[in-house]
């Protein structure tokens, strides 16, 4: 069993799991029970190197769905939160990671959200687990329980290197401005 995390705390993945190589960065949430669109939430990932994306290309999303070099994986867009479990997951290979990054930062956006007027205070169980590839052992789990009622995008939480060691920190920092407030926060070119 993993260690669940509140937010702004964190955890040594490495010694965790020694001689951890790949994780699945899992993405949950709940159908919406109420009336009116689905939530469509987009899980991505950015690439940075103190605090910026290494370039546009390092930014992993349903429509960029690897990184160049193939250390981080999208695998696919979930459009409704159906179903029990991760919706939405990213696959990373840690040994592939170049060493010029040194954090993952795992954003998660409502897709159309000002269109449908739908924010994260509506979406219910939301949560970022990741788990081990080689035994499928969840290292460690954020559930939010914040009160989000004008954010359209929130940072779940970010895998981190330190002194040679992978880390996760839980984040749950929102964002009224969507997927482009963080994407431009972090250097993204957005058009």
């Given at each position: 069993?993993?260690?669940?995390?509140?937010?702004?705390?964190?955890?040594?993945?490495?010694?965790?799991?020694?001689?951890?190589?790949?994780?699945?960065?899992?993405?949950?949430?709940?159908?919406?029970?109420?009336?009116?669109?689905?939530?469509?939430?987009?899980?991505?990932?950015?690439?940075?190197?103190?605090?910026?994306?290494?370039?546009?290309?390092?930014?992993?999303?349903?429509?960029?769905?690897?990184?160049?070099d193939g250390?981080?994986?999208?695998?696919?867009?979930?459009?409704?939160?159906?179903?029990?479990?991760?919706?939405?997951?990213?696959?990373?290979?840690?040994?592939?990671?170049?060493?010029?990054?040194?954090?993952?930062?795992?954003?998660?956006?409502?897709?159309?959200?000002?269109?449908?007027?739908?924010?994260?205070?509506?979406?219910?169980?939301?949560?970022?687990?990741?788990?081990?590839?080689?035994?499928?052992?969840?290292?460690?789990?954020?559930?939010?329980?914040?009160?989000?009622?004008?954010?359209?995008?929130?940072?779940?939480?970010?895998?981190?290197?330190?002194?040679?060691?992978?880390?996760?920190?839980?984040?749950?920092?929102?964002?009224?401005?969507?997927l482009r407030?963080?994407?431009?926060?972090?250097?993204?070119?957005?058009?």
């Amino acid at each position: 069993m993993g260690v669940t995390l509140a937010k702004g705390g964190n955890v040594s993945l490495s010694k965790a799991a020694p001689n951890l190589t790949q994780v699945m960065v899992g993405l949950g949430w709940d159908a919406r029970s109420t009336t009116g669109a689905p939530f469509d939430l987009d899980a991505s990932a950015l690439m940075c190197s103190s605090g910026r994306v290494l370039g546009d290309e390092w930014f992993v999303f349903y429509n960029q769905l690897k990184s160049p070099d193939g250390s981080v994986e999208h695998t696919g867009d979930n459009l409704t939160g159906e179903g029990d479990g991760d919706d939405e997951s990213l696959l990373i290979d840690l040994s592939k990671v170049p060493p010029q990054c040194d954090k993952i930062v795992f954003p998660v956006s409502i897709h159309m959200a000002d269109e449908r007027g739908q924010t994260f205070g509506q979406v219910s169980n939301a949560f970022i687990r990741v788990v081990n590839q080689a035994d499928g052992q969840e290292l460690a789990r954020y559930d939010l329980s914040e009160d989000a009622s004008t954010e359209t995008a929130m940072i779940f939480g970010e895998l981190y290197r330190y002194q040679g060691e992978w880390k996760f920190r839980a984040v749950g920092q929102g964002y009224a401005s969507g997927l482009r407030g963080i994407a431009l926060d972090f250097g993204v070119n957005v058009s």
